[in-house]
């Protein structure tokens, strides 16, 4: 089963988003930012498909592929 990683501080949006890839057979981790995101790759395995807001508190999506990619 694919794993994604969902970050976005729109609880709406998660939940569509959640829904539509879970109908689809993928394996779905949310996150509200940035921040909680990079502690989330830090503890679960590798998503297949990172899906990320840009605009959001904390951390926005920009700060966040940075320092994902350097995990």
Not at 19 to 30: D, N
Not at 53 to 66: A, C, H, S, T, V
Request: hydrophobic content about 40%.
């Amino acid at each position: 089963m694919k794993s994604t990683l969902l970050v976005d501080d729109s609880a709406t949006m998660l939940m569509s988003l959640r829904q539509t890839l879970e109908m689809s057979g993928f394996k779905v981790e949310t996150a509200s930012d940035g921040a909680q995101a990079l502690d989330k790759l830090k503890t679960i395995p590798k998503p297949d498909l990172i899906i990320t807001d840009i605009n959001m508190p904390n951390m926005n999506g920009i700060e966040f592929i940075r320092h994902a990619r350097q995990l």
